[in-house]
């Protein structure tokens, strides 16, 4: 899962980037607004973890700039103003979620998991697909019955590919743990792009 964190507080960006990075998500990190409003346009992500006092544009603008796109990625608000009027602008402008600072990184990351969910139209935490099993939070892959373990661009790797079948990957990914993860999962159907010569595959 790939993850977008707009937070110009570098403590706040360090520490949530370490946090998110442990629990198994791609996390790319801006500290500005209009960066951000680039990005955006051009990067697929998963979901907006968004402060809303930025450099370059306020993230209010960047989340209607990006809902006037017409895109469903989840957002999740992250920001110290805790006004009634802040939490309704924020929503009524396209969030998904509203948490407001200071928080315990663990209910970040348990909302980040639920707004996972909703968007992959999941409402269970377990990932199946035939006799495989991935838990996100837990971290672990069950196969034919047993445990696997996976390093985590691996993991992350299948990840994706379980919640999004048929998906192209962006060719940041590179072919061996794109292989590593196809061969695990044995999921025929799905498609990988090389990044070396940037041509879509599927996995024998
Ligand atoms: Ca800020």
Redesign the pocket.
């Known amino acids: 899962m790939r993850i977008l964190l707009v937070?110009?507080?570098s403590d706040l960006g360090e520490g949530l980037t370490t946090a998110l990075h442990s629990a198994g998500y791609v996390v790319e990190w801006l500290r500005d607004g209009r960066q951000a409003q680039h990005s955006l346009a051009l990067e697929h992500y998963d979901l907006l973890l968004l402060?809303?006092?930025?450099p370059g544009s306020d993230g209010l603008s960047v989340l209607s700039a990006l809902r006037s796109t017409g895109s469903s990625m989840p957002v999740l608000i992250i920001?110290?103003r805790d006004a009634t009027t802040d939490r309704i602008a924020g929503l009524d402008a396209g969030a998904d979620d509203y948490l407001t600072k200071p928080f315990a990184v663990e209910e970040l990351k348990a909302r980040v998991r639920a707004l996972l969910r909703r968007s992959f139209g999941r409402a269970q935490t377990l990932i199946e697909y035939r006799d495989l099993a991935l838990d996100p939070q837990a971290f672990s892959v069950h196969w034919q019955g047993q445990d696997i373990s996976l390093p985590r661009k691996e993991f992350q790797l299948l990840q994706e590919l379980l919640v999004q079948p048929g998906r192209v990957m962006p060719v940041t990914v590179s072919p061996k743990p794109c292989m590593a993860a196809m061969k695990t999962s044995k999921a025929t159907p799905l498609r990988c792009t090389c990044i070396t010569c940037a041509k879509s595959f599927t996995p024998s």
């Open positions: 937070e110009d507080d402060d809303l006092g930025l920001t110290a």
